[in-house]
């Protein structure tokens, strides 16, 4: 990714961030921002070293983790507005 790219890309990571601070529901693209320019990769839980794991489990657990995060932004913004949904 050349630099002006990069700084693209954290630029509408920080909008992203700005726009989150009403709706905490848009919080996973900025860590998606973060991990990606940081070059943070998932741990390979319970592969051996030799055997990589198979991008479909990867897919997975990414999949399962995000989710459980924007479910929790999004309840713990309804918690905060004290709506009863």
């Given at each position: 990714?050349?630099?002006?790219?990069?700084i693209l890309f954290a630029?509408?990571?920080?909008?992203?961030?700005?726009?989150?601070?009403?709706?905490?529901?848009?919080?996973?693209?900025?860590?998606?921002?973060?991990?990606?320019?940081?070059?943070?990769?998932?741990?390979?839980?319970?592969?051996?070293?030799?055997?990589?794991?198979?991008?479909a489990g990867q897919l997975?657990?990414?999949?399962?983790?995000?989710?459980?995060?924007?479910?929790?932004?999004?309840?713990?913004?309804?918690?905060?507005?004290?709506?009863?949904?």
């Amino acid at each position: 990714m050349t630099r002006n790219r990069k700084i693209l890309f954290a630029a509408s990571g920080v909008i992203g961030l700005l726009a989150g601070i009403n709706s905490p529901v848009l919080l996973p693209y900025p860590l998606f921002v973060l991990a990606v320019l940081r070059g943070w990769k998932l741990p390979k839980f319970g592969a051996p070293a030799r055997q990589p794991r198979k991008p479909a489990g990867q897919l997975l657990v990414s999949t399962i983790f995000c989710t459980f995060f924007l479910e929790t932004c999004a309840w713990l913004d309804n918690f905060i507005k004290n709506a009863p949904q």
